[in-house]
């Protein structure tokens, strides 16, 4: 018998799926609009009626109203000016006559108004009737609302615990509890998130940092160093991303020329930013060369506290890299680096490289003037060596180096 092919065909109704949320959502706001025209003369009997009836006849009371009668209560929500024995009555009642669309409801109402007492309470029975199918088909966001809900603190702290501990991203977790931008549960929910969460490298390794710089940015400027803060205070400049770091200067200006903006920041803290200034400078200056190599190896250096700053000129393209006793001059095309005693450069190369006669001079003669060889100049001792970067040049390097750290010339 002849084999033939099977085909396997799969069949995704997207557009109807798209249909169908458009029907419910016109039926849902045709729904509303109904009830709040109604609501004036249906209301006040029906809430006289609530009020007298007691709680062990609630159930059967409930079952006995007309639908337009639930959904007057439900578009009339939260009742604030409501006795407490009242509101607690309209949450049993709207649990009774339970459908998705109380739920959906009763979510909505809460992102724009996550502390209300009673509202959280309506969640709570809302939970117990359908596990929030209504909103959440991921097993594990449900456990999630599940733990929220159980938190005495309330259920938007015990969402943000909930979803830090969580393996899923911010922004899936989100997405997937169907929160709106921008209402005031996302912005709680971010805030109280990025608080717990920016100290630790896997939350920021789990979000993104995309994702966490483009929530960042929407804080004001205030909230926006608070977060700043903790991401800062517990990380070392190792591990600072290029992101977050860049977006903080932009917002808040570089801090060697704006420090009062950083004035926040604890002495510690600032000391790993210029640190990581310091590391940004060398990246960028080392980035035409392939492998970069020589920014590993001075990256090291920086890592052990030896490298003090660092200062660039653009023509010739040659950074300035100092130390306790010497400093080193790295020039754009990878050759040789220049090593003088730190008195001689601050003294006799620094002030040239600043003057008339540097500035009006070609380029060849200005990466001259910084390739010099006396060994002192007016009895100020000026060049240590020069080491070409050839062939396997770091173990030599390092063994000049550790020589000119401990002050062998």
Do not use: C
């Not at 959440?136 to 159980?150: F, G, H, S, Y």
């Not at 200005?366 to 070409?388: A, Q, V």
């Amino acid at each position: 018998m002849e084999n033939k092919p099977y085909y396997h065909y799969t069949f995704a109704p997207q557009k109807l799926k798209e249909q169908r949320t458009q029907v419910e959502k016109t039926f849902r706001d045709v729904d509303q609009a109904i009830a709040k025209q109604v609501s004036h003369s249906k209301l006040p009997r029906l809430l006289e009626q609530i009020r007298k009836v007691p709680f062990d006849s609630l159930d059967s009371f409930a079952r006995e109203l007309k639908r337009m009668e639930v959904l007057v209560l439900l578009y009339d929500y939260p009742f604030p000016n409501e006795s407490h024995e009242t509101r607690r009555k309209i949450n049993l009642i709207l649990s009774y006559r339970y459908s998705a669309q109380v739920g959906k409801t009763a979510w909505g109402l809460f992102q724009k108004d996550p502390h209300e007492v009673f509202l959280q309470d309506l969640l709570r029975l809302i939970y117990n009737v359908d596990q929030f199918e209504f909103v959440v088909t991921n097993e594990k966001i449900r456990e999630t609302i599940r733990i929220a809900l159980l938190d005495r603190a309330g259920i938007v702290t015990g969402l943000i615990g909930s979803m830090i501990s969580s393996t899923i991203s911010t922004k899936e977790q989100i997405n997937h509890l169907k929160i709106q931008q921008d209402v005031l549960l996302e912005k709680e929910l971010l805030k109280g998130i990025f608080l717990k969460g920016l100290a630790k490298p896997s939350f920021v390794q789990r979000d993104g940092v995309n994702y966490i710089t483009e929530k960042l940015e929407r804080f004001e400027m205030d909230e926006y160093k608070e977060l700043l803060t903790v991401y800062v205070e517990f990380r070392s400049f190792k591990e600072f991303e290029y992101a977050v770091m860049n977006q903080a200067i932009k917002r808040l200006g570089n801090p060697l020329e704006k420090a009062m903006q950083w004035d926040f920041l604890t002495p510690t803290a600032m000391e790993q930013i210029q640190k990581w200034l310091l590391q940004n400078k060398l990246k960028q200056f080392f980035e035409q060369d392939e492998n970069n190599t020589r920014f590993d190896y001075w990256k090291n250096y920086l890592n052990q506290d030896h490298i003090l700053d660092v200062d660039v000129i653009k023509e010739p393209k040659a950074a300035f890299i100092y130390f306790n006793r010497f400093v080193v001059v790295e020039f754009g095309i990878m050759g040789a680096a220049y090593f003088y005693h730190k008195q001689g450069f601050e003294e006799i190369i620094k002030p040239l490289s600043n003057s008339y006669k540097f500035r009006n001079s070609g380029r060849a003669k200005r990466e001259d003037m910084l390739k010099r060889r006396y060994t002192e100049e007016n009895g100020i001792p000026l060049f240590i060596d020069k080491h070409d970067h050839r062939g396997n040049w770091q173990p030599k390097f390092t063994q000049y180096m550790r020589n000119y750290l401990d002050g062998r010339f």
